[in-house]
DNA sequence: CCTACCGATCGGTAGG
DNA sequence: CCTACCGATCGGTAGG
């Protein structure tokens, strides 16, 4: 398992080293990488700039030069972090309420490629919430605009009728609940079916408290 | 915040340091509420034994008297807080199915007196599952045993009439993601309110999923 | 249990 | 961006 993940971080750094195409000014975007792959084999708790460096293939001053002290890199590399979760999220184009809250569950709750790397790094991250205020406000704002696409699909849902009339904003804060409980169960515990048995709790409660059953 | 948090250790402290009542060999519970208070104020990236040493009111070489190395001690501090999380919810003593799958929600979702305080120690723990064996078979452990609490009531309740015919073990799957991700949010966004939010959740799963409609 | 100390490593900087 | 280096701090131990 450990090797897993330094290969995909060994196959993302080929990917990233092939022919040079745009600007190294791209030397954010692959610190940003480094980072997460440091993080990723070491844990926030042991991440340091010098094995950031080596990520990076360069030495710990490079990676000074970009960002000034290690906090200011972590504060970047938490906003790029979450970027890549909504970035999954975006991929749903669908309006119609029913489909659109289905497919979003299937995004926030399995999707993978390197899901559980993802999570990983994200729960390394929330850890330091109670220590760093930044972190704190950066992972709240992520939360609150997660929960507003899902407020807002219920809402739709109930205006046409094929939700049940029930408070949207509590629904969307239990499947946020659900998301958050799925995923750190999925890591914490190593279990990749916490995420499918969590689809399944949301589907059951989608079914149970949203659906109007037409009958 | 950062004050009460103190507040909250000093006082635990004061408590332990009352009348002389039991032997000296309780330096063991001394240490791990030593522990307890290091981690809740500096995190887990920054918990040193120094630190521990502070709090325990010794030198840092009185804790590697009774802790060999900083990891002896961190799996000996993860069982005295799991052990914390499994008292509260052993006071639940009611054997009716119904009352008591809500009263231990209630404990589970809930309780606190210094619920919040163990929230943030076993956020820090639980981000050291991916990197220490020996962590994620303890919260392992631990969630199972939970698990099988749920699991336990919620078959009772079949057999009783009370519940619909369910998996329950997804049933006490789903539940246990509730609480897993109402803990999170908890701490990680810092509100209070996500764990009465999920207490809501969990009942309204239960009223949907499990619970017979006598009509 | 304490004092004193060990080698290793940390984040960050000076000077180029 | 690199080499070389800074003071501070880490986990752990020797000797008592």
Redesign the interface.
Known sequence: MGNAVIDTCRIIHAMEDSPGEYARSDSNEEIMLATYCALRE?????LTIKRIAEEYGKSTAAVHYYYETKDDLLVAFLDYLLDQFIDTVHEVETVDPQQRLDLLLDKLLTDPADHRNLL?AL??M??????KITF?EQ??QN?EYLRYLLRTVISHGIEEGVFSDVDAE?AA??L??????????A????DPN?LV??R??AD??VD??LQTNPE
């Open positions: 070491h844990g926030y708790a042991d990983v729960l390394e929330q850890s330091q919430a109670p220590y704190r992972l709240q939360d509590h804060q239990s946020m609940t659900i998301v958050h409980g799925a995923r750190t169960r890591v914490v515990l190593d916490a048995t969590a399944r709790t059951d409660y149970a408290v």
